[in-house]
Structure formats: C-alpha cells, structure tokens
C-alpha cells in the first residue's frame, strides 16, 4: 500500500533527533489521528543549515517528516515557507487517500517553526 | 525471510484435510443438495453430515443449524431477524459497547426503524456487570446480544451466566460466538443460548461460509425471501463446497480443540510475559484470566501501532492493530475506547491471535525482533524524549 520511497524514509528516516540550541522550534498534532511533529530549526543567513525532528505517528506520518528535512535543509525560509504538504506526498510518490491526512503533519509543523524564529527574531 | 502468521483472530488459513473433503465438491459431486437426481442426492447427503458436524461441536440438533455465507450474515438474522419477528412483543435491545461492528451497526440500523438500543458499557478489562445487565431488561425487553469472545482484546463474556438471566426474564439471548467456536469449547445447551453466530473463516474452513444456531421454537424473519432452503429461513443455492468445510473443520476442532486450546495458550503466555519482561511500560489490554487462549492485545507507550505493524511485516510477522475492519481509517478502536484505555496506549495497541500453525520459534523469534522495533520508534518520539527528560 505504501511506495517503495515512503518505506526507505519509514525504514531509514533522516534528521531524526533534536538541535539542543534552535533558532526556531515548532509543532504539530493532528487532529484527526493524534499523530505528532515537533521540528527544530537551525538557521544561517536566512537558510535553514539543519533541521531535525522528533515525530508520533504511522507509517506515512514519519516518511512524511523525514522527506520534508531532506527538502529544506539548505533552503531558504522563503523556499522552505513555500513548501506544501501536498508537495511533500508528492516527493513520496504519493500516499495512500487515508493516509494523505499523516503528511499534513510535515509542512505545517515545519511552518511553525519558522514563525517560532522569526517571532523570536523580531 | 520466514513468515510468521500471528493474524488469526483476522482469518485462518484452511486446514488441509478441510481442503481436501472440498474439492470433490467443485468437480464430480457439483449437483443441487435441492435436486431430486443423482447429482443432487449425494450432495444433499453431504450437507446433512456438516449440519451434523457443526451440531456435534456445540452441542445442539442439526436441524437447529443454518448454514449461512459468513459471520456478519449469520449476526444481522440473528438481530435483524428476531427484532422483526418480535416486533409485536417489544422494540428494545440489549448489546455491549465492545461487540463486532456486525452487531453493532445492526443494532444502529434498527434504532433508526424505531428500536430501541441500550448498549452496556465494560469495565477496563473489557468485562459488563452482570447487574447492569440485568437492571436493563425492561417489559419491551425482545433480545439480548453480547458476544461470546472478543475479536480485539480476546476477553470472554460470561455466556452462561448471560443466559441464565435472559431465561429468567424470558427475553431471547444472542451470541457472537465467530473468535470462540474451534479455540474454546462452546456448548449451546449448558449456556442456554439462543442464537449463536459461527463464522468458518476462523477456524480452519473457507472464507464464504458460516453458520446460525437457532435453537428450535424460535421465529425469524428471513434477511432473503427465495427459495425453501435452510427451513425457509435462508433462501439461496447450497455453498456446498464451503458447508462441507465447515462440517470438517468442526469436526477436526472437536477432535483437538483440547490439545491446542493448552498449546496456543502456552504460547501467547510465552510471548506475554516475554514481552512484559523484555520491554518496559507496555499494557495488556483485556482480561487477564477470562480470555481466549490465542489472543494477545498489548500497547506500547509513546509510539503509534501501524507504524509497530510495518516493522513487524518487513520482518516477516503478520499482526494487527485494532480491528482489522477499521484498518483503512485507522480510527481510535471501539473496544479498546470502551474500556477507558488512554488515548496513547489505544492507538499503540498491537493484537498477536496465535493459531494451528504457531510454534515457540515463531513466538521467540517476535520476542527476538519486537525490542528493538520499539525502542526505534520510541527513540523518535517526541513523547518519549519528553517522558525521558522530565
């Protein structure tokens, strides 16, 4: 049921952990199934130098979080705001209709993140 | 890569001989059981020895068996059935907060017809009060339906208790006996059951065929209007093929059911406390003594069960996640909800239902692999990373 890319990030998932000293810290819970993202936010000159995350959930929900970090880490925050969920299925080559709901975890959570900094930053 | 079936409360694989005594049926024994001729009469003859099989495993007449297409066929005659056949005498229902959604959405389709449905709630370990019961039964009172095993948590209802009450109260007494029939012994007679409902699928027979015990003097209206088979109660060509399974599998579970109901057992007690001892801050979810022998329902804290399940098919070992019905919504389980379990350790839960084919490699090899699957997720956890922290 799942693409060949959402089981190498279920099964190998990168940038998983926390950076102790974040620029920006953000999260998100999903309503629906209580799956749960938190990312930290490391950033240089307005790119994102690291990113790491700690996510709860399923199958979808880590793949989802994993490939969203391999699609920021070195862009800029206005790239990385830019960024959708759907675009992060997508780079998945899709998920399941009932699991479309676990990947909306990623961007958002991401997205808050950058608030975080900026709001910290102003 | 080995492969490891630990599914069976979902389906069964079909035991050999029960495969064999069917393929007859599929070739040169293809009549009508309803035909006069020779193709038909021999073939009738077969299905009167399953009706006599199935009987003899829980202990009733051939004749009060109705050979239905599966368990959620033979919940909806029962329920749907009586409900219409009573309908003068009264409109309530009794059912439990943890029954199949066979029963359950049933039990909704008729309150929508006007019954009325009061649904007993359990205790956390899966278990209704005996005296909530029987406080419920009310003069419009026509039909009691708790199950007899759970298909979740395995926690057993206690059946004959149940129906000493519903007799006392001369209201009719329906159980879903679909995970207990072939793992625990069943007897229609000593519960004072009125209804019970077989399912072949897990137990050894075919997907497609099923089983009603209806005890004799009881009305149904029929969920098919046809032809006359099954005492008119179940109109609709003979699936002889499947009956004849189902006959054999009863058979072969009459036969073993005592020695592999201690077998399984002492297998799902070797993967419990293996993992009780093995890994910290799990739950078994169910009832710790009254249980069927093959099912195990255990939560993880801090991580999500499909996620465990994925982990554990890479690997090779098939279990479940709540019930395998919801497994496209993944929604938070009814029964596990019911008990009160808290909303982390419900969506963890993990259902092993050990079967025929399990050996004690096969549960040391899950006890082998499961440590560190959880450990991985719970090492990607925010909550867990949290828990830890603070």
């Known amino acids: ?122 | 890569m080995k492969r490891i079936y630990m599914d069976n409360n979902a389906t069964t694989a079909v035991r050999p001989a029960v495969l064999e005594a069917m393929l007859p049926f599929y070739k040169e024994q293809f009549g009508n059981p309803s035909s006069i001729h020779w193709a038909g009469k021999s073939v009738s003859s077969a299905v009167d020895g399953a009706r006599a099989q199935v009987a003899a495993l829980i202990n009733c007449q051939p004749e009060e068996i109705i050979f239905t297409s599966c368990g959620s066929e033979g919940d909806a005659l029962a329920i749907k059935g009586s409900a219409e056949f009573l309908r003068d005498k009264g409109n309530h229902i009794i059912t439990t907060a943890v029954e199949h959604p066979a029963v359950l959405n049933c039990c909704k389709y008729l309150e929508k017809q006007g019954f009325e449905v009061t649904v007993l709630a359990v205790d956390g370990e899966g278990m209704i009060d005996l005296a909530e019961l029987e406080a419920a039964i009310c003069e419009r009172t026509i039909l009691i339906s708790a199950m007899w095993g759970n298909n979740e948590t395995g926690t057993l209802f206690p059946v004959a208790e149940i129906g000493a009450i519903a007799r006392k109260h001369k209201v009719r007494f329906h159980t879903d006996a679909v995970q207990a029939v072939g793992r625990v012994p069943v007897d229609v007679r000593a519960s004072e059951v009125d209804l019970l409902t077989i399912s072949g699928h897990k137990f050894g027979a075919p997907k497609g065929v099923g089983a009603l015990y209806v005890r004799k003097g009881m009305g149904l209206t029929p969920l098919f209007h046809g032809g006359h088979q099954e005492r008119n109660k179940r109109a609709g060509t003979h699936n002889v093929p499947g009956i004849v399974g189902l006959g054999v599998a009863c058979k072969l579970a009459a036969a073993d059911l005592a020695v592999q109901e201690g077998r399984i057992r002492a297998l799902r007690d070797r993967l419990e406390q293996g993992i009780l001892s093995s890994i910290p801050e799990v739950q078994v979810n169910g009832h710790r003594q009254q249980r069927l022998p093959n099912t195990l329902n255990i939560s993880f804290a801090y991580i999500e069960g499909e996620a465990i399940l994925l982990f554990l098919d890479m690997k090779g070992v098939a279990a479940s996640s709540g019930s395998a019905c919801m497994s496209d919504s993944f929604g938070q389980s009814h029964v596990i909800g019911a008990m009160g379990v808290d909303a982390m350790m419900a969506n963890s839960n993990i259902r092993f239902g050990l079967g025929l084919d399990n050996t004690e490699e096969d549960v040391d090899f899950v006890l082998e692999i499961l440590p560190e699957i959880i450990q991985k997720l719970r090492d990607m956890s925010p909550f867990y990373s949290e828990r830890a922290a603070s």
């Open chain 1, 1 to 122: 049921m799942y693409s060949d890319k959402v089981i190498d990030h279920f099964t190998n998932p990168r940038n998983v952990g926390v950076i102790i000293d974040a620029d920006g810290i953000g999260e998100k819970v999903s309503s629906s199934c209580g799956d749960r993202m938190k990312v930290f936010l490391k950033v240089v000159d307005g790119v994102i130098e690291d990113l790491k995350f700690q996510t709860y959930g399923c199958g979808a929900a880590i793949a989802s979080s994993s490939m969203m970090s391999e699609l920021v880490i070195g862009k800029t925050l206005d790239e990385a705001q830019a960024l959708t969920n759907d675009a992060v299925a997508e780079a998945l080559d899709g998920l399941p209709d009932p699991k479309l709901h676990c990947s909306n975890l990623a961007a958002d959570a991401l997205h808050d993140a950058i608030k975080n900094y900026q709001g910290e930053g102003a």
